[in-house]
């Protein structure tokens, strides 16, 4: 199957930092890539869908300030949080895919971020 | 807008007994249904996917689901767990073909006892 990276798996920053999430598909190209959030013991939460070479879609409650995507190939899309705070610890996971329709989305092992 | 419940939080199983992993889903146009499969501290791992065809749908490591649209579920079954099958199971929803947003149930937990 399609093989998604995630760039670092693990981050500890001071609060008032900004951190850069690098996502890749290493054996196909992404036409369409998707920025998750996971809480301890809860399921994904959308934040924002990315399409190569255009802006982000983000969704309602998700400060695309504060969360900057960059979708600048077709296999490599970015997320940069911005100012963090304790408050944006997380897992946050990047997903994959060909196009939006029937294509599988292929996700990335995650990046676990704390904020101190 | 679509969505997905899986209303176990938790199933337990004894190992070589049948599985079932529960999922009901709401959308609007042909459902686009998944299962992926967390283990702790990774991202996930697709398991199978309907887009049409026969409503038995068989996946990876034994699992297969199966649609069934007159009850909106999509159940993941397995016929003999196995002790490393326990992690947590997402089940997903995308509805029509150019709907690129997926929705996730809240997932359950697994624990497959020897």
């Not at chain 1, 890749?24 to 369409?32: E, I, N, P, W």
């Not at chain 2, 049948?18 to 991202?43: A, D, E, H, I, M």
């Not at chain 2, 996930?44 to 049409?52: E, M």
Request: proline content about 4%; hydrophobic content about 35%; glycine content about 8%.
């Amino acid at each position: 199957g399609a093989v998604v990276s995630q760039h670092p798996s693990r981050v500890i920053c001071k609060s008032g930092t900004s951190v850069k999430i690098e996502c890749r598909s290493l054996d196909f190209q992404a036409t369409t890539m998707f920025w998750y959030r996971q809480f301890p013991k809860q399921s994904l939460m959308l934040m924002a869908t990315s399409n190569e070479g255009s802006k982000a879609t983000y969704e309602q409650g998700v400060e695309k300030d504060k969360f900057l995507i960059n979708h600048a190939s077709l296999t490599l899309s970015t997320l940069t949080v911005t100012s963090a705070h304790p408050e944006d610890s997380s897992f946050y996971i990047c997903s994959a895919a060909l196009t939006g329709g029937t294509d599988t989305q292929y996700f990335g092992p995650g990046t676990r971020l704390t904020v101190l | 807008a679509q969505s997905v419940a899986q209303p176990e939080d938790q199933v337990n199983v004894a190992e070589g007994n049948p599985l079932t992993v529960k999922c009901t889903y709401s959308v609007s146009g042909n459902p686009y249904l998944f299962w992926y499969v967390q283990y702790p501290n990774r991202g996930l791992q697709f398991l199978l996917k309907y887009i049409t065809g026969d409503n038995l749908v068989k996946g990876s490591y034994g699992f297969e689901a199966e649609f069934n649209k007159s009850q909106t579920s999509f159940h993941l079954k397995k016929p003999s767990a196995l002790v490393s099958d326990s992690a947590l199971y997402f089940c997903a929803v995308r509805g029509g073909y150019n709907n690129n947003d997926m929705r996730f149930g809240a997932g359950t937990r697994l624990t497959v006892k020897p």
